[in-house]
């Protein structure tokens, strides 16, 4: 009986272990910049590298869908520096009437050698694409400036004066402002920026995760044990919220780590 059990046990965790199907992970934001009883619900993707889930994206659009977004954010590399691009195009159609869109570019998209062509395929299915540039936007009575910083691939000399300059102008507004950047490896340099909410990607979870002990265990441009592979991290005058990644693949297999979807409900406060 004993080994049984013991049997059933590891079974159990190595079915947990290598598990890629898709999840839903949720996070809950504070902030006096809303009025009380006013909320605003993100939908984050990152890193779905033209991944297919389901016939023509069903399964992701269906779970998106069910979450009622108010905002759906695309951190970076929804397209793959050498996937066939249909699964990003079936992505939009599926996304496309959901609500508000906003996108920047990750590296895969810079690395493809098309960035331009990419988004203006992504504006052909309504998409704000943001370009170190930002929109004022009022959302069910809430006031909100969301802006998005290119990719520091894609070919800007001084990528860090850019978008200081881009958004310096931002210091004074009193709205609640939400900036979208792939890397999360910037997180210090964000912290001198005005946004209190920055959504990131890139890192995939770290590929390899062992729950309560490492987050993480390798992850571009961080390397080994990388302090910003996935989840909510709060600095002193921001927030950083992390997507593991939405992508899975059999040869590069993720443990402990099932790719996501990522849920953002912010609550006012004031």
Request: glycine fraction near 8%.
């Amino acid at each position: 009986m004993v080994k049984v059990l013991a049997i059933l046990i590891v079974i159990a965790l190595i079915s947990a272990a290598f598990y890629s199907g898709l999840i839903v992970r949720r996070y809950s934001i504070e902030t006096d910049k809303i009025p009380k009883g006013h909320s605003i619900r993100i939908v984050l993707v990152s890193d779905l590298h033209c991944k297919v889930y389901g016939k023509d994206q069903s399964k992701i659009k269906r779970m998106i869908k069910a979450e009622n977004p108010d905002i759906i954010a695309l951190a970076g590399d929804i397209v793959d520096k050498t996937a066939p691009i249909e699964g990003a195009k079936l992505f939009l159609e599926a996304i496309k009437d959901m609500a508000p869109i906003y996108y920047v570019t990750g590296n895969h998209e810079i690395k493809r050698g098309e960035v331009h062509k990419i988004k203006e395929l992504f504006k052909s299915y309504g998409v704000n694409v943001l370009e170190n540039s930002m929109q004022k936007v009022n959302i069910r009575g809430v006031d909100l400036i969301v802006a998005g910083a290119d990719d520091p691939g894609c070919g800007i000399s001084n990528w860090y004066k850019e978008i200081c300059d881009s958004f310096l102008n931002l210091k004074d507004a009193e709205e609640y402002k939400i900036l979208l950047s792939h890397r999360p490896e910037k997180a210090d340099f964000y912290s001198t920026l005005p946004f209190d909410l920055v959504l990131s990607g890139h890192a995939h979870g770290g590929q390899v995760r062992i729950p309560f002990l490492l987050n993480g265990l390798y992850a571009p441009h961080q390397g080994l044990f990388p302090k910003y592979a996935g989840g909510l991290y709060e600095f002193e005058n921001y927030t950083l919220i992390v997507s593991r990644g939405a992508y899975s693949s059999l040869f590069l297999p993720r443990i402990f780590n099932p790719p996501e979807i990522v849920v953002i409900d912010i609550e006012g406060i004031r």
